[in-house]
């Protein structure tokens, strides 16, 4: 079946610091892979998404790549900031299922 | 205006209890969705609901029933609460053939306690 790995945390980062975060995921077909932040005490929220190899998916200074060579959508932000303190969740969903399959979140703590 | 919303944000219960969590959304979409999140904010899809009707069950036990009065609306009944059931529930939806993709929108969660 479907499944997504992605790194483990938590994540402490200074801020302005550069933040990278793996993702790698295995699907039949030509999955559509998003990126989903957690603020605390908060639901999900879509940060970014790619429906097709080589899409780079963009928002809020965050980007990804859908690698399939690689089976990949690493997340990575050039300069993080306190606020981006969240935990972030890399998932995919295959085009004639309706759920999404999730990798098990990564804390990320940003100090000033 | 909220996209997704549940009802209600915190439930604390006894074990053996029988509760509802309801859900609506007006975005317009025809699919909508039950995540369970655990402590170690694992999240795992429980039910999916196409034009109120399930197509996806995913190894749920038959305590949880989940229903679907119109497309807007999903909730979700559980009766004989376990301390297991502990968790915070996730409702989402998204619209089917949005381009060939998934967008899920999710709603706050319900944090359930069981004491």
């Known amino acids: 079946g479907d499944s997504v790995t992605q790194m483990e945390g938590p994540v402490t980062l200074s801020e302005e610091a550069f933040l990278t975060i793996n993702c790698t995921y295995t699907a039949t077909g030509y999955p559509s892979l998003f990126w989903y932040v957690q603020y605390p005490g908060e639901g999900l929220q879509l940060l970014l998404k790619?429906?097709?190899?080589?899409d780079k998916g963009s928002n809020k200074g965050f980007e990804a790549t859908y690698r399939k060579e690689t089976t990949s959508f690493h997340l990575e932000k050039g300069s993080v900031q306190v606020s981006d303190s969240a935990v972030y969740f890399c998932?995919?969903?295959?085009?004639?299922?309706?759920?999404?399959?999730f990798g098990k979140g990564t804390l990320l703590t940003v100090n000033p | 205006d909220t996209a997704v919303s549940q009802t209600p944000k915190y439930l604390v219960t006894q074990m053996g209890n029988d509760k509802s969590i309801k859900c609506e959304q007006n975005l317009g979409h025809d699919t909508m969705y039950w995540y369970k999140q655990d402590s170690k904010k694992f999240l795992k899809i429980m039910f999916s609901?196409?034009?109120?009707?399930?197509?996806i069950n995913e190894t749920v036990p038959n305590r949880f029933s989940p229903k679907s009065p119109d497309k807007a609306h999903l909730n979700l009944h559980i009766n004989s609460l376990e301390l297991g059931d502990s968790a915070v529930y996730f409702c989402?939806?998204?619209?089917?053939?949005?381009?060939?993709?998934?967008?899920?929108?999710f709603g706050p969660g319900t944090r359930l306690t069981v004491l």
């Open positions: 790619a429906t097709k190899a080589d």
């Open positions: 998932a995919l969903s295959g085009r004639s299922n309706y759920k999404l399959t």
């Open positions: 609901y196409n034009n109120k009707e399930l197509i």
């Open positions: 989402a939806s998204s619209q089917e053939g949005s381009g060939g993709y998934n967008e899920q929108f």
